[in-house]
């Protein structure tokens, strides 16, 4: 299969909204990271992005809409549900709520994403929209559409060559079908946020409860990643990083060590966004380590969630020289 580069300009997002309505995959920007849509009434081209993906059948996906009278149609929405949707829609928080029937489910997971080119192509293909992220399943999320061509192209019949996506790491999944609200998986809006603008305490899920596509190693690249201890001192740093010469770092540049490559990222919103492309580009030019540091602020949920799963899941301590 040939995969098709569309513009993202009126005649590519038509072109692309004719390919979704006819049950291609088309991958779209967002502004958390690249989706790979398919028209989410069409049970083939559904299972199709499974297959594209390689994804595990019981990781459910986000179906994304382009306007929040969307809740009411296609899932049964509760006044906390308005209140965050008036609040961050457009915008990286997916909401989990009761569904009605949309891939046969008892729950649906609801998204209206804020990027320009999203909100076009959804309107203009006048469906709800089915995306994940447009990566194999298991490998760090594509934030540009070259990065989506480099990893898709075959498998898919279009992309839209957006800009690069700004948040950089996929939306926070907030579970509204329980008393409390619940974040399944945290994501580009923090729990605090959410919190405020509830009005009460929101839980955090763990192990099983999480979200069913958190249990799957993600956001892996092919290199081997090391996370370091939250506010590691700098000397503990550079000790594991000299301790395998060509490694790279990726974290806040005040945390960095003297001559270290990878990401030095001014802030939180820099490390946020150019995390992904970072762990690929250090894969690509063979780094023997990556050491990723996450930092410490509750803000920087997301960012270590990530970070410790592209680890393997685990927080390791920094290696001294000694041990290698
Ligand atoms: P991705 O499509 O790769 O961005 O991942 C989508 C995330 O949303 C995964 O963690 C899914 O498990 C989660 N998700 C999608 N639908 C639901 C649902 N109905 N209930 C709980 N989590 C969901
Ligand atoms: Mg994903």
Do not use: C
Not at 22 to 51: C, K, M, S
Not at 64 to 73: K, L, M, Q, R, S
Not at 175 to 195: F, K, N
Not at 273 to 281: E, F, G, K, P, S
């Amino acid at each position: 299969m040939l995969t098709l580069r569309l513009a993202a300009d009126p005649a590519g997002i038509a072109r692309a909204a004719a390919l979704l309505r006819a049950g291609a995959l088309v991958a779209f920007p967002t502004e958390t990271v690249y989706g790979l849509g398919a028209n989410a009434q069409d049970p083939t081209a559904v299972a199709r992005v499974y297959a594209a993906k390689g994804r595990p059948a019981d990781n459910p996906l986000i179906v994304h809409v382009a306007g929040a009278d969307a809740i009411d149609e296609w899932a049964v929405a509760n006044a906390r549900a308005r209140a965050l949707a008036r609040r961050f829609w457009p915008g990286p928080l997916t909401l989990v709520l009761p569904g009605r029937g949309l891939f046969g489910a008892p729950t649906l997971a609801l998204r209206m994403p804020s990027q320009d080119a999203a909100l076009a192509l959804i309107a203009a293909a006048g469906r709800p929209i089915a995306a994940p992220s447009a990566n194999r399943s298991g490998r760090p999320s594509p934030t540009s559409a070259q990065a989506v061509y480099e990893e898709m192209q075959g498998r898919i019949e279009a992309v839209i060559e957006g800009p690069l996506a700004e948040v950089g790491i996929e939306s926070t999944v907030l579970d509204l079908t329980h008393e409390r609200a619940q974040v399944l998986r945290p994501g580009g809006i923090s729990s605090a946020e959410i919190a405020q603008a509830l009005g009460e305490e929101v839980g955090a899920a763990q192990g099983s409860a999480r979200s069913p596509g958190t249990r799957y190693r993600h956001y892996a690249p092919e290199v081997e990643v090391v996370l370091l201890d939250d506010g590691e001192p700098a000397a503990a740093v550079e000790r594991a990083l000299s301790a395998r010469p060509g490694s790279w770092y990726i974290g806040l540049a005040d945390t960095a060590p003297p001559g270290a490559k990878g990401l030095l990222a001014g802030d939180l919103a820099a490390l946020q966004q150019a995390l992904y492309a970072t762990l690929v580009a250090a894969e690509r030019s063979r780094a023997p380590v990556v050491a990723v540091l996450p930092p410490p602020s509750p803000a920087a949920a997301g960012v270590r969630d990530r970070m410790v799963r592209a680890a393997g899941g685990e927080m390791r301590t920094v290696p001294s020289r000694e041990e290698g």
